[in-house]
């Protein structure tokens, strides 16, 4: 079974800043996508940010210019870097490895955006 593994979730105010990292083995960080989603109370999860091997990112619409997506191919590590946080940010923040027909997924990390 491959594990992902999250941290840096938490409490943040609105406009604040959080980084969420993500920890694959390198046998699936080298050469999968790496991603982040996110389920917000009530609703489906949904796609936040991807970076494929070669470094080009993909990210929703509602966190372009505010979210950027990372790796560290080094540490087997990829970030969520999350600035001018909205409480429309608030969810539950999932790792994913994607390749082909096959997903893996972390156990998520809380991000709760309020004043």
């Known amino acids: 079974q491959v594990q992902l593994v999250e941290s840096g979730g938490g409490l943040v105010q609105p406009g604040g800043s959080l980084r969420l990292s993500c920890a694959a083995p390198?046998?699936?960080?080298?050469?999968?996508?790496m991603g982040w989603y996110r389920q917000a109370p009530g609703k489906r999860r949904e796609l936040v940010a991807t970076?494929?091997?070669?470094?080009?990112?993909n990210f929703a619409d509602s966190v372009k210019g505010r979210f950027t997506i990372s790796r560290d191919n080094a540490k087997n590590t990829v970030y969520l870097q999350m600035n001018s946080l909205e409480p429309e940010d608030t969810a539950v923040y999932y790792c994913n490895a994607h390749r082909g027909m096959v997903d893996y997924w972390g156990r998520g990390t809380l991000v709760t955006v309020s004043s």
């Open positions: 390198g046998s699936i960080f080298k050469i999968w996508t």
């Open positions: 970076i494929i091997s070669s470094g080009t990112t």
